[in-house]
């Protein structure tokens, strides 16, 4: 018989117990610990870890600390709250990973069992993104990548005509494209990309992801640079180039992006070219040179008529909750190997795959 004293969801807790211990290995296991759901070495009970767990990755370890004793009447203080966050987020990162490795396992045998797809969708959609967040002075700003997929059929429009998702799923990675490029294609993979009949893949300018998806996603795929971003870098070069005349200019080149009529801007900015000098002779360099490496995927009029989104507002809306709502509160900085422990708490709550995660979790107690 062994003391032991946790913290529960109604306080403190102290109870004695049989403890059982192979003489051999020295291994112990105490069966009351089991049903009460605290595990070795832990000095909470489970369904506490869950709820600290929940409370530090919504808000900041000490944000959580006041949360949990105002509205649970539970003391846990800031550090024991940071500890549960990388201890549980290491746990569920790794679930995570498991299940990605299991979509991503190559089908060898026409009569081969694979993971059923979470949503079934006719045509999918993949957008993805990065955002940055800061760290602490003695290490660089980390990048973290973020993926968000979904069905064209699982896509509406609310009162104000803002298009509204109402089924998705969410990847993201704190490390590095190649850790984040067999990310999306699980993501794609668990959201129907073997029997979507059409695909379309968002993105910004950024090189690195268009070269990961013209080499990992199917032929015939959609590629679509994010309008929006391009309007704001002929925008600019408008003001960069007429100064307070820069509408009307701005205003023709949106037009002709609208219609697909790519080659005419860029013919336009062309001849400007052979009139300009220094700065502005750079500056028009550079925008001819970005949309000329991205004109096969701005052919806007035909993805608008194919019903394809034209911007990559719903990964950028994930990048601003999913990362910017946490890892960009006011005055935080971070050590780069936390991000990806709490990312992965995050993860599994905007996925809603959080309870799943704690029956798994009950279920390796109990055993």
Not at 158 to 180: C, H, N, Q, Y
């Amino acid at each position: 018989m062994r003391p032991r004293q946790v913290k529960s969801l109604c306080g403190p807790a102290a109870y004695e117990r049989e403890v059982f211990e192979c003489q051999k290995c020295r291994h112990s296991f105490a069966p009351a610990d089991a049903v009460l759901g605290v595990a070795p070495g832990q000095k909470m009970t489970r369904s506490l870890v869950r709820r600290v767990a929940w409370a530090a990755a919504s808000g900041s370890f000490t944000g959580a600390e006041a949360d949990l004793r105002e509205l649970g009447g539970l003391c846990v203080s800031g550090t024991e709250c940071a500890r549960v966050a990388q201890d549980e987020g290491g746990r569920i990162g790794r679930a995570q990973r498991r299940r990605e490795r299991e979509f991503l396992a190559p089908v060898i045998d026409i009569g081969q069992a694979v993971p059923v797809p979470e949503i079934a969708c006719q045509r999918l959609v993949i957008e993805a993104d990065a955002t940055t967040v800061l760290t602490v002075p003695d290490e660089e700003h980390k990048s973290v990548w973020c993926a968000k997929a979904f069905g064209l059929e699982h896509r509406a429009h609310e009162g104000s005509g803002r298009p509204v998702i109402t089924e998705s799923r969410r990847a993201a990675s704190a490390l590095d494209l190649e850790d984040f490029g067999p990310r999306i294609k699980a993501l794609a993979l668990r959201t129907g990309l073997r029997k979507a009949k059409a695909r379309a893949f968002l993105a910004d300018g950024a090189p690195s992801l268009w070269l990961w998806a013209e080499h990992h996603l199917p032929p015939g795929t959609v590629f679509i640079q994010d309008l929006w971003h391009v309007l704001e870098h002929l925008a600019q070069l408008a003001k960069d180039l007429f100064g307070q005349a820069w509408r009307p200019p701005f205003e023709r080149w949106k037009a002709l992006m609208r219609t697909s009529h790519v080659a005419e801007v860029i013919a336009e900015l062309e001849h400007e070219h052979t009139r300009r000098r220094k700065g502005p002779r750079e500056r028009l360099f550079e925008e001819i040179r970005y949309l000329r490496n991205g004109q096969s995927r701005m052919d806007y009029a035909r993805y608008e008529k194919e019903g394809w989104p034209l911007g990559s507002g719903a990964i950028e809306g994930e990048c601003k909750h999913l990362v910017k709502e946490r890892f960009g509160l006011t005055g935080a900085h971070w050590r780069r190997t936390n991000i990806p422990l709490v990312l992965a708490l995050r993860l599994s709550i905007f996925n809603g795959e959080w309870e799943r995660e704690w029956q798994e979790d009950q279920t390796l107690l109990a055993a």
